[in-house]
């Protein structure tokens, strides 16, 4: 699998896409791995490990998605001893650097999961952190905050949008050939542009198609909007492309929009594949019964779970280095 690329704005990038990405699952229950897969550590602590009191300062509290982030944590933690502060840095690098200052020089956490702003400003509390054994999930990479390799007592973390894409990809090609002999024709509902993650999801679903599925052609490919705008759009595109029998979309909205679309066309379930991504309950269900072939999330109850677990291991020989993780991807089928 290729690397993300890095850029010298990535760690508010990746926060970006974290934010964004959490958004499509926010008021969800957790996906069911069904016939799918997820990676990541061990969520729950060791018998015996302490409680920790752990600090989460994401670069804001005023996107909704991340509020969830914060209250996700807080009820896991709970639900294993931990207690969780919060600090809300209001997208200002400065404050947010002070808030984990004051944190780590006054001993008031034991841990930290840091989504900065900008990973090279806060990079001088991380260190401090550091000194006095306080463990760290930084979001991003080393490079991201100017270290040059692993840190003791850190680990880092990030979002694979290009696996998230490339599976999506996969999962399309399956049902061709599946459903369709292995030649699809394909009204693609892509990840609205403007971020890096957008555009590293996009490219790789229609990478992997063209990969997978040879016989296979895009006949509308247009950005995904709210599930009434997705269904408009789906609906136009059935109008110049009649025949067009795949539908992908990008997150729960733009995928029950256009299966709306494809479902007042007249078009069956059984000879068509209608699939996409964002793990809601309405999106889980509709695979349950069929009428879409199979959804993509990313688990975010999953990665708090893992993120907890991995300050449990580092607490435990806060000298020891930390790895790189990945928020796991699950898939939903039938």
């Given at each position: 699998?290729?690397?993300?690329?890095?850029?010298?704005?990535?760690?508010?990038?990746?926060?970006?896409?974290?934010?964004?990405?959490?958004?499509?699952?926010?008021?969800?229950?957790?996906?069911?791995?069904?016939?799918?897969?997820?990676?990541?550590?061990?969520?729950?602590?060791?018998?015996?490990?302490?409680?920790?009191?752990?600090?989460?300062?994401?670069?804001?509290?005023?996107?909704?998605?991340?509020?969830?982030?914060?209250?996700?944590?807080?009820?896991?933690?709970?639900?294993?001893?931990?207690?969780?502060?919060?600090?809300?840095?209001?997208?200002?690098?400065?404050?947010?650097?002070?808030?984990?200052?004051?944190?780590?020089?006054?001993?008031?956490?034991?841990?930290?999961?840091?989504?900065?702003?900008?990973?090279?400003?806060?990079?001088?509390?991380?260190?401090?952190?550091?000194?006095?054994?306080?463990?760290?999930?930084?979001?991003?990479?080393?490079?991201?905050?100017?270290?040059?390799?692993?840190?003791?007592?850190?680990?880092?973390?990030?979002?694979?949008?290009?696996?998230?894409?490339?599976?999506?990809?996969?999962?399309?090609?399956?049902?061709?050939?599946?459903?369709?002999?292995?030649?699809?024709?394909?009204?693609?509902l892509t990840s609205p542009q403007g971020a890096s993650?957008?555009k590293l999801i996009n490219d790789s679903v229609v990478?992997?198609?063209?990969?997978?599925?040879?016989?296979?052609?895009?006949?509308?490919?247009?950005?995904?909007?709210?599930?009434?705008?997705?269904?408009?759009?789906?609906?136009?595109?059935?109008?110049?492309?009649?025949?067009?029998?795949?539908?992908?979309?990008?997150?729960?909205?733009?995928?029950?929009?256009?299966?709306?679309?494809?479902?007042?066309?007249?078009?069956?379930?059984?000879?068509?594949?209608?699939?996409?991504?964002?793990?809601?309950?309405?999106?889980?269900?509709?695979?349950?019964?069929?009428?879409?072939?199979?959804?993509?999330?990313?688990?975010?109850?999953?990665?708090?779970?893992?993120?907890?677990?991995?300050?449990?291991?580092?607490?435990?020989?806060?000298?020891?280095?930390?790895?790189?993780?990945?928020?796991?991807?699950?898939?939903?089928?039938?």
């Open positions: 699998m290729k690397t993300i690329a890095r850029s010298t704005v990535r760690p508010l990038a990746a926060a970006l896409g974290l934010a964004a990405a959490v958004a499509l699952t926010a008021c969800s229950s957790t996906p069911t791995d069904a016939g799918g897969s997820s990676s990541g550590t061990e969520s729950s602590a060791a018998a015996g490990d302490s409680a920790l009191k752990i600090g989460f300062s994401p670069f804001t509290l005023q996107v909704p998605a991340l509020k969830g982030v914060a209250d996700g944590l807080t009820a896991i933690a709970g639900s294993q001893g931990d207690t969780v502060v919060t600090a809300d840095p209001k997208n200002d690098p400065s404050t947010q650097l002070q808030q984990l200052q004051q944190w780590v020089q006054l001993d008031q956490v034991d841990a930290i999961w840091v989504i900065p702003t900008d990973g090279k400003a806060v990079a001088a509390a991380l260190t401090q952190a550091q000194a006095k054994g306080i463990v760290v999930i930084a979001s991003g990479v080393p490079a991201d905050y100017g270290f040059d390799g692993p840190q003791a007592g850190m680990t880092f973390t990030e979002i694979d949008n290009e696996a998230y894409g490339v599976k999506l990809g996969e999962l399309t090609a399956q049902c061709i050939d599946e459903k369709l002999g292995g030649a699809g024709k394909v009204i693609f993650s957008s990478e992997t198609l063209a990969s997978k599925s040879p016989d296979t052609t895009v006949v509308n490919q247009q950005e995904a909007s709210d599930r009434l705008g997705s269904q408009q759009t789906v609906s136009s595109a059935l109008q110049g492309a009649p025949d067009a029998n795949v539908m992908v979309g990008t997150d729960d909205e733009s995928t029950l929009g256009g299966l709306a679309a494809f479902t007042q066309a007249g078009k069956s379930a059984d000879d068509t594949c209608v699939l996409g991504a964002g793990g809601n309950d309405e999106a889980q269900a509709a695979v349950k019964s069929g009428d879409l072939f199979a959804d993509v999330a990313f688990d975010f109850q999953a990665d708090i779970a893992q993120n907890i677990g991995e300050l449990h291991k580092l607490a435990a020989d806060p000298t020891a280095e930390g790895s790189q993780i990945v928020t796991p991807i699950t898939v939903v089928t039938k």
